[in-house]
């Protein structure tokens, strides 16, 4: 008797996920970045990934990127929970670069509660510090965050910048800074027990995830609060302040965002580079774009080649004022080339694309004044000898 051998039945593989690239062919976006983008399309419960035209490789996930998901991967995040950008409106009286960028107070020195209880910057603490975090509370950070003093350029949307108390001239802090090692506390404690896996406490991730958050937008409200005062005017609320490291639950999926800010009915401020305009947008982004828009330009070379390329063709003192006449404290030379305006993909280009897509509409541009990396030691020396005048001198003008 013959026996007809078993036939062996294949299930269909997983569909992946839809993945879409919001740039123009006009746009430089590295392959690799695409790459990523597909690669984590292929994780178990992915629905659909939206690059951004700012999209770049990151560290085992794109850059740039909004990723909805059903299941909750921390690492699609990465370690700077709660990273955004914030812009405060700052009155001052006179606006001379040279004289402002010597009076930035050192934002590498953290605040601590007991030594500098008197600090006028916390008036911008409304309860308590999330998490109870107080390392780096009050601290810039490396990399590419920074504290700018701008100004208001083009008007490009007058009655949404006018809604905004917005006109050409006004001065402006952005500042770009994220929760400072909270963040990365929390990613380190998921990946030493999951690695690249999916949270096994969503609920548990999530409730830590929203602590980073908050810390992140306060630091951004201390770093803007520290830098008035030590420009001799008051801190001010934020009319702009959009976390771009995050998740959210959003119609029953986690909708992942690294280096992608929110974009449904949000003013975000896509950060050019310390060389070039920035832009305030009104994102009006949908579906299809995971309701997110770029957070910035994008970088274009690694830090290491841009360290290479920069000390070829450029000077510390070359970078440290920049094409449109800005200044740089940075006392970090090799951040300096690691930052270097060269090292970014043209903002202008990013903003087309977002307006080519319909995910945005530009309202204003920014142009930097001064731009703060990491204290010049020579200043941030001068500053602190006179914490304790410039303090009271703050106190005495809250008394009139």
Not at 121 to 132: E, I
Not at 314 to 324: A, I
Not at 365 to 377: A, E, G, N, Q, R
Request: proline letters at 7%.
């Amino acid at each position: 008797m013959s026996v007809k051998p078993l036939r062996q039945e294949s299930l269909p593989a997983p569909t992946p996920a839809t993945v879409t690239v919001f740039a123009s062919p006009a746009s430089w976006v590295e392959s690799d970045a695409v790459d990523q983008c597909h690669q984590v399309a292929t994780l178990d419960g992915m629905v659909h990934v939206a690059g951004m035209p700012d999209l770049h490789p990151g560290k085992g996930a794109p850059i740039g990127a909004a990723m909805t998901s059903t299941v909750l991967y921390p690492h699609l995040i990465g370690s700077d929970i709660g990273c955004g950008i914030a812009v405060f409106p700052i009155a001052l009286k006179r606006v001379v670069p040279e004289r402002l960028a010597a009076r930035f107070p050192d934002l590498d020195r953290p605040l601590d509660p007991d030594r500098d209880a008197d600090d006028p910057a916390w008036s911008v603490l409304d309860g308590n510090v999330p998490a109870g975090h107080l390392d780096g509370l009050g601290t810039v950070g490396r990399g590419n965050h920074f504290v700018e003093l701008a100004r208001v350029g083009e008007i490009l949307d007058p009655g949404h910048a006018a809604r905004l108390q917005l006109a050409t001239g006004d001065t402006v802090l952005v500042v770009h800074s994220g929760s400072r090692g909270l963040g990365e506390r929390i990613l380190r404690e998921h990946t030493e027990l999951r690695g690249a896996g999916p949270a096994d406490d969503p609920a548990g991730y999530l409730a830590r995830h929203d602590d980073a958050v908050r810390w992140g937008s306060l630091n951004r409200r201390l770093l803007a609060a520290r830098t008035a005062i030590a420009l001799g005017t008051e801190p001010t609320a934020p009319i702009v302040d959009q976390c771009h490291n995050l998740v959210e639950i959003r119609n029953g999926h986690y909708l992942h965002r690294k280096g992608a800010a929110p974009g449904d009915s949000r003013d975000v401020l896509v950060a050019g580079t310390r060389g070039t305009p920035s832009y305030l947008v009104a994102a009006h982004a949908g579906a299809q774009a995971n309701h997110s828009v770029a957070h910035g330009a994008g970088r274009k070379m690694s830090r290491a080649d841009a360290l290479r390329r920069g000390r070829a063709k450029h000077t510390v003192d070359e970078l440290r004022r920049t094409p449109v006449g800005s200044l740089v404290v940075c006392g970090d030379r090799q951040l300096l080339f690691e930052e270097a305006p060269t090292a970014y993909k043209r903002i202008e280009q990013v903003i087309a694309d977002l307006v080519g897509h319909g995910l945005a509409t530009p309202v204003a541009t920014t142009v930097p004044l001064v731009t703060y990396k990491t204290p010049d030691v020579g200043a941030a020396a001068r500053n602190d000898r006179r914490p304790e005048r410039r303090q009271a001198e703050h106190r005495r003008r809250g008394q009139r």
